[in-house]
């Protein structure tokens, strides 16, 4: 079992891995109570664009991912707030255009390979030492954020307007924590994948809402999931060659549907 | 007329708000000072929500004044001086993952820095607002599963936790039975009378907290004050901007 550590292509898997899980599952928190699960696939969709640009263009496909994502949210935000269409309207047709899109440019580019494939669902054999350094890069960036400012989010979540009421700087926190997201989704899909990261985000929080606990122990149960289906699911990958983000899932959805079962009233 | 103690909490002049071309409040001025418990009245629709959320800095006023303790209301920083309890305060998805102490605990995070965590004080705080709303038992109880009255208490908890000099409730009975809205109503007045916390109170029973009550803003588009509390229930403004005879406020009062 341990052997499988002793490769660095397999030690860059796990150390992206788990700092992925732990990002995933922390704004995941937020992301579930304030609604927002869909955005956290649409945003995985968008951040396909940069790949897309990113390997047809031959800049690192990561980096353009996280800006295109960031991109994104704020403009999800904009259209959100500022025209009369339905959330869930604007983040559907975010979704499909995106995707759209980044079909579009890797067909014009003939990009259209294995390497697109791993960007999709995940790839344990694909993280090189230029991605560990982007995801612990931008993923402390991401994880400061989250614990500086997790009392003001968890209150925003709560109630906006009361959190608002007290002083509390929403709109400026609410731009702050999509931006943080879509970061987190960008990094997140060179081992998950961008049609699996929504998942990773989402699946351990609502497993952990089953056990009926305060906020902090909500978050350390979410963390716990995500950091045991990615060491699970990565090693799964390594013995049985599956796309590490589809067996990821695979776990997390296990747990999720032991939860249900276990707290069933 | 209501005693001056000092500068007003809110010193409101000439507000009016409107949605297009609908007047939905129309040159309303009033102060309201501090150790004052003003409750406000109106039919449905008539703008006290409004009123309310215009004071919270929720919505932005099209024309007229707010100066809050002195201050204009854009250049206002200390928020946390001002409890508010909305409507649906009672309202709590059984799933969320909050014990009463972590809702109450949020009373104290504008007051607390970035890099702080929870001082000595900030726990006295909550300590001392789940005690004064008597719900220190349920501390580790999660909040969706309390009594629409526990949860009551829970959100006035969390406002008192921010040491506020004013509560503002707007109405905050939704699934709250008749032997916990007493309760509620006495600890209002108790809060008011031993803590010398000003409030602002919307409720459409007014009849049972009339004798708490020093001042009576009727709102209707228009806002009517009621100065007198001994006069509160036959205050004829009262009977024509609420849409009922006074006497029937009074005997709403018997009823409970």
């Known amino acids: 079992m341990l052997e499988m550590l002793s490769y660095d292509f397999m030690q860059r898997a796990f150390i992206a891995g788990l700092f992925i899980a732990t990002l995933a599952s922390l704004s995941g928190t937020f992301v579930v109570l304030k609604r927002y699960s869909l955005m956290s696939e649409t945003l995985a969709h968008s951040a396909l664009v940069g790949v897309a640009v990113g390997l047809v263009a031959g800049y690192n496909p990561l980096w353009i991912a996280v800006i295109v994502s960031i991109l994104a949210a704020w403009l999800i935000e904009y259209l959100r707030s500022s025209f009369s269409i339905y959330s869930d309207a604007v983040l559907s047709i975010m979704l499909s255009g995106s995707l759209a899109l980044a079909v579009t440019i890797v067909s014009l580019g003939g990009a259209f390979n294995n390497s697109l494939f791993s960007y999709l669902f995940g790839s344990i054999l694909a993280v090189s030492d230029t991605d560990v350094y982007t995801i612990v890069g931008f993923g402390s960036f991401s994880l400061l954020f989250?614990?500086?400012?997790?009392?003001?989010?968890?209150?925003?979540?709560?109630?906006?307007?009361?959190?608002?009421?007290?002083?509390?700087?929403?709109?400026?926190?609410?731009?702050?924590?999509?931006?943080?997201?879509?970061?987190?989704?960008?990094?997140?899909?060179?081992?998950?994948?961008?049609?699996?990261?929504?998942?990773?985000?989402?699946?351990?929080?609502?497993?952990?809402?089953?056990y009926r606990v305060g906020f902090r122990r909500t978050m350390l149960i979410a963390l716990f999931f995500a950091l045991f289906s990615v060491i699970l699911g990565m090693s799964l990958s390594y013995f049985f060659s599956l796309p590490s983000g589809a067996t990821i899932v695979l776990c997390v959805i296990i747990i999720f549907v032991l939860s249900l079962v276990i707290n069933r009233r | 007329m209501p005693v001056k103690f000092k500068a007003p909490i809110f010193d409101v002049k000439n507000l009016s708000f409107h949605v297009r071309d609908q007047v939905i409040l129309e040159n309303i001025s009033f102060e309201i000072f501090e150790g004052e418990y003003i409750a406000i009245i109106g039919p449905n629709g008539g703008g006290k929500t409004t009123l309310i959320r215009l004071l919270l800095n929720l919505e932005k006023a099209s024309f007229g004044e707010i100066r809050i303790f002195g201050k204009k209301l854009q250049d206002f920083k200390e928020w946390y001086k001002i409890g508010y309890v909305p409507q649906r305060a009672t309202l709590v998805d059984e799933t969320f993952p909050g014990t009463v102490e972590d809702i109450v605990n949020m009373g104290r995070v504008a007051r607390r820095g970035i890099f702080a965590g929870m001082s000595t004080q900030d726990r006295e705080?909550?300590?001392?607002?789940?005690?004064?709303?008597?719900?220190?038992?349920?501390?580790?109880?999660?909040?969706?599963?309390?009594?629409?009255?526990?949860?009551?208490?829970?959100?006035?908890?969390?406002?008192?936790?921010?040491?506020?000099?004013?509560?503002?409730?707007?109405?905050?009975?939704?699934?709250?039975d008749v032997v916990s809205q007493q309760r509620f109503y006495g600890l209002l007045a108790q809060l008011n009378k031993e803590e010398n916390i000003t409030i602002l109170f919307i409720t459409h029973d007014i009849g049972v907290i009339a004798d708490d009550i020093g001042r009576l803003f009727t709102i209707n588009r228009k806002a009517t004050i009621c100065n007198d509390p001994k006069k509160l229930l036959s205050c004829d403004e009262v009977s024509d901007l609420y849409g009922i005879a006074a006497h029937s406020l009074a005997n709403h009062k018997h009823e409970h």
């Open chain 1, 146 to 210: 989250l614990l500086l400012f997790s009392k003001e989010l968890y209150f925003i979540a709560y109630d906006e307007e009361v959190a608002q009421t007290s002083g509390i700087k929403v709109k400026f926190l609410n731009f702050l924590l999509v931006s943080v997201v879509a970061i987190i989704i960008a990094l997140s899909i060179r081992v998950v994948g961008s049609l699996l990261i929504g998942a990773l985000m989402v699946i351990p929080t609502v497993a952990a809402l089953q």
């Open chain 2, 125 to 176: 705080k909550v300590r001392d607002a789940m005690i004064k709303m008597d719900i220190f038992d349920l501390k580790d109880k999660m909040v969706g599963t309390l009594s629409g009255g526990q949860r009551q208490r829970v959100m006035i908890a969390r406002a008192l936790a921010s040491s506020p000099k004013i509560l503002i409730l707007d109405e905050p009975n939704t699934g709250v």
